[in-house]
């Protein structure tokens, strides 16, 4: 640019940029710029030449050499900053120059105005796009220009040449991985791939892509009838709106044929290193349109297809004949909760796919469309529906949670699983079972009566090792389970859980005085061999003994299980009853394939 030079010091002599336009002639006293660059300008050369060999020189804070050139990078408008310094004088002085990119000039491809058009507005980044509506398809009529998500730092795909004008022309160009989003290979109609695509929308398939060719009349035409009617050497007739432009193709290495051909992924590989994809030529048989393999690491543009509601695995209704179904039914939702009554242990539910070719299955059982079937619910509980056609399948489960029923007092109560009565006692705020439980769980791991004596499990209730009383899985009484002891059910009736450590502390030393809590609680019977209790609140504690092994301790100890574990694996707290002591004792390396009796305490 034109200067003038005023030799003082920390002024510049000469300033040079070797891109854009610069508002003004050069003048060492003027400190402030504006350079124009074109849209696709992403750098340039910035030469700064101080008036005093002593002067020190930086440009965006970087101490450069005065008189050369130094690139600086100006992806988006900017500013660039001079500064210069002497040490022997205090001041310093500071150029500014305004980098501004030019509005891309994009020309503009006319649209086919025989065609009414749709709209997708794409919530990630705000981009609108037309679509269309070609057979039984909705395609985009538009190639995709998604880099990234409105404030995220995140960026896919590339423009060609890296021009910014080309994006805003032919939208951007992706890699297969990058189009896929990592989602694996799919020949199905529709390819239930969203990969790079808006929300309801998905990468076609290559499946999808041939029913295209078929809809338009085949393959020989299919460039001739989606082309673009301008924008190509030998451009289309765009009969059905898809207004297919020639975006070119990119390599690792570079870019190439902008304006001569049209490259398209498909959601459908062709080998571990290649994939499919749809390619559209200047002169390709006639506008012939090519089904090829590529190695995945190209660039090619990328069209959307809107998804279709999937009929084929989803119910038509579900419907039990007890409780309230939580939302209301509704096919595209998968997931409910049904609220039954506390004493509910069994009820009919059916169901009925839209699809009378799919198959039902309830809780892993094959039953047919409509068929009422009896569901046992003895606690609570999740009842899986999948429904299957050919190779899809869609599971919807239901979550059946039953009410509690708030006692208070002292009384009984039944447990709707085997119809055994419990009484319960009211100590302070909780709510206690007043009598060992004696619930026998199905399977193997069920517990023991003493010496295996129905008649003591008749006195007594059964006894338990940890992972029986909390219904999980037998490995935990060996290794940590990490799970929360709040409110953990367990095997107890519904309503009623396994009372963790600091429940069993406010019964025995918060509720009641601690050294004779035990005194208190336990029962005024000859069944403890001496010192028998006073049975105060009606607790009526019995020496049950334990189980590890072989049974011992019977007449002379009862120990419960809590939920809660301790800082060892093999572990849990225990509060134990002694036929020698007054108060209730508290352990915390209680192992917990022992076998202890269980209270169970209301929600």
Known sequence: MPQNSVDTLTTLHALTLDSGSVTG????????YTDSVASTVTSLHVTATASSASDTVKINGVVVTSGVAVLVNVPTDTTITIVVSNPNTPTKRTYMVRIAHKAAVVTTIPWNSAITYGTLSDARDGKSYRTVKIGTQTWMAENLNYRNTTGSTDSVGKCYN?????????????????AMKGAASSTAIPSGVQGVCPAGWHVPSDGEWSALATTVGGLSILGQKLKASSGWTKPGIDEFGCRILPGGVG?????????????????TDAGSTDAKYRVFTIDNAGYEASELGVNKTSFMSQRCVQDIPDTLTTLHRIVFDSGSLSPVFDSNVTTYTDTVSATVSSFNVSASPSSSNATLTI???QVASGAAVTVLVPKDTTI???????????????????????????GTFPDSRDNQTYKYVTTGTQV?????????????????????????????????DWATAMAISQSYNTTAWGGSDVKHQGICPVGWHVPS???????TDTTLASATAGTKLKANSSLWSTNTGTDDYGFTVLPAGLRSGSSSDLGYFAYFRSASENSMGGFSQYHGFSYSLAYASRTNDGSKTIGYSLRCLQD
Not at 445 to 463: F, Q
Not at 501 to 507: F, H, Q, S, T, V
């Open 501 to 507: 450590d600091a429940e069993w502390m406010k019964l």
């Open 251 to 267: 390599y690792t290495y570079g870019f190439n044929l902008v304006s001569t051909l049209a490259s398209f992924w498909t959601g």
């Open 384 to 410: 899986t529906f999948v429904v299957a056609n050919g190779p899809r399948a869609r599971t919807y489960t239901v979550r059946v949670v039953h009410k509690a029923i708030a006692l208070t007092g002292s």
């Open 432 to 464: 206690w079972m007043a009598k060992n439980l004696n619930y026998k769980p199905s399977g193997p791991d069920s517990g023991w009566c003493y010496n295996n004596d129905t008649g003591n499990c008749a006195t007594y209730g059964r006894l338990y």
């Open 162 to 178: 890296n021009s910014a004008d080309s994006c805003v022309k032919y939208g951007r160009l992706y890699s297969w991985a990058e």
């Open 25 to 32: 002639i050069f003048d060492s006293t003027i400190l402030s």
């Open 363 to 365: 809780n892993g059982s």
